[in-house]
C-alpha cells in the first residue's frame, strides 16, 4: 500500500515566519508534486520534480521554494508567509509516465497564516 | 496551455437519479484524463482513468475528443457517493496533472 505522509495535518504560523512542509513518500517514485486546494479552485499546481535536486515551477510558484535532496522527500518552503498562503496543501507521488499511472496523494496540511 | 473546466461547483441529485459530472479541456494533442474523488474526511483518490475504459463504482466516463470532453457518469446514484470530484488531465511533456475546480457531489435520501 503506497504511502505519501505529510509531516503536519494542521499549522498555524505567523505573517513573516519560513515555513517547512515535509512529504516522504515510500514507494520508490520519482515524481513528486505540491499542490494547494482551495475551495472554488481546485488544486493548483506550485513546484514538482521527476527526481532527486531536479524541480520545475508550477502554475503558481511565487513565494514558494522546493528542496528534494533525496527521493523520497520533498520539501516546500514559504520564505515569508502571508496570509493569502493560507490553504490546504497537497503533496503527491507517482512512478514513471504514462496513461496509466496513479497520482498517490498525502492526507495534505492545513496551514493557517495569521 | 492546458485547462480543465468543470461547471458545476455543486451537483445535487436524490438517491437512484443518474448523475453527470461534467468536464471538458483544451489541450492540443493527446490529454491522458482522469477523475479524483475526495471523500469526507479522506485524502484525494484515483476513481478512473480514460486509457482503462473501466467501470468503477458503477462510474464510467467516455474520452470525447470532438467535443474535448470527459464527463463522469452513473445511472443510480448512492448515498455514499457523496464526495468532491476533480478532473484531471495530464500531456505528453509535463509530468504534472492539471485539476479542474471540481463538482461536489451531494446525494439525498
Known amino acids: 500500500d503506497v504511502k505519501v505522509t505529510q509531516s503536519s495535518r494542521y499549522l498555524v504560523k505567523r505573517t513573516g515566519e519560513k515555513v517547512f512542509l515535509e512529504c516522504v513518500q515510500d514507494m520508490d517514485h520519482e515524481n513528486m508534486f505540491w499542490y494547494r486546494q482551495d475551495p472554488g479552485l481546485g488544486l493548483r499546481l506550485i513546484y514538482f520534480?521527476?527526481?532527486?535536486?531536479?524541480?520545475e515551477k508550477g502554475d503558481i510558484p511565487e513565494g514558494y521554494s522546493v528542496s528534494r535532496e533525496k527521493k523520497e522527500r520533498f520539501s516546500l518552503i514559504l520564505e515569508s508567509a502571508s496570509t493569502n498562503q493560507t490553504s490546504m496543501y497537497l503533496c503527491?507521488?507517482?512512478?514513471?509516465?504514462?496513461?496509466?499511472?496513479?497520482?498517490?496523494f498525502g492526507q495534505g496540511t492545513r496551514l493557517t497564516v495569521v | 496551455a492546458q485547462r480543465v473546466t468543470q461547471p458545476e461547483k455543486l451537483l445535487s441529485v436524490f438517491k437512484g437519479a443518474p448523475v453527470e459530472l461534467k468536464c471538458n479541456y483544451s489541450y492540443s494533442g493527446s490529454p491522458e484524463l482522469f477523475w479524483y474523488v475526495q471523500y469526507s474526511r479522506q485524502r484525494l483518490q484515483l476513481l478512473l482513468r480514460h486509457i482503462s475504459r473501466e467501470s468503477i463504482k458503477g462510474f464510467t466516463a467516455d474520452l470525447n475528443k470532438g467535443e474535448t470532453s470527459f464527463h463522469l457518469k452513473k445511472p443510480f446514484a448512492q448515498e455514499e457517493d457523496s464526495a468532491m470530484y476533480y478532473c484531471?488531465?495530464?500531456?505528453?511533456?509535463?509530468?504534472?496533472?492539471?485539476f479542474g475546480s471540481g463538482t461536489r457531489l451531494q446525494v439525498q435520501p
Open positions: 484531471a488531465l495530464r500531456s505528453a511533456g509535463r509530468r504534472a496533472l492539471t
Open positions: 503527491a507521488s507517482y512512478k514513471g509516465q504514462g496513461a496509466n499511472t496513479e497520482a498517490f
Open positions: 520534480s521527476y527526481d532527486v535536486k531536479m524541480k
